[in-house]
């Protein structure tokens, strides 16, 4: 009895071993990087499957392990989860289709501000432009008679 139950307590032990691929330090750096790329599918606050704690997340990790330890590329990686659960696992959204929207959006918003912007200068200039300057009207007879005397006297 108590052979088997040891049997049994290191299969599971085994199980849980083989599980868990070994990997050397540059698959394991490799590995924390695409996980922290990973949106957690169930957490509401965009956690990446590095931090958060949900179970699905584990189980993430877990995947993303396996496929380094079997030399899986990033990109392949990328494509198996957004394949599984959607683009919205993706902390970096592709950067075609809808996703250009979301990158290009901010970009077209800025470029058509600084349209209007440059518009409104140049208008404001070109009417600048248009306006002589007024000939210097007084309104005081005083100030008129003196300026002319002024001019009469000339400097001394």
Do not use: H
């Amino acid at each position: 009895m108590k052979t088997v139950l040891f049997l049994l307590l290191s299969l599971c032990l085994l199980g849980g071993a083989l599980a868990a691929p070994a990997l050397t330090p540059a698959q394991e750096a490799r590995a924390v990087a695409i996980q922290k790329n990973l949106r957690c599918p169930l957490c509401d606050t965009g956690e990446s499957i590095a931090e958060s704690r949900a179970d699905i997340s584990a189980k993430m990790r877990e995947s993303v392990r396996e496929q380094v330890a079997t030399g899986r590329t990033d990109g392949d990686i990328y494509v198996y989860f957004s394949q599984r659960y959607g683009n919205f696992v993706l902390l970096d959204p592709p950067k075609t289709g809808p996703g250009l929207l979301l990158w290009g959006t901010p970009l077209l918003a800025l470029a058509a501000g600084a349209g209007v912007l440059w518009g409104l200068l140049r208008r404001g200039r070109a009417a600048a432009a248009q306006q002589s300057p007024e000939p210097e009207t007084t309104f005081d007879p005083y100030l008129t008679q003196v300026q002319r005397e002024t001019r009469a006297r000339g400097p001394e």
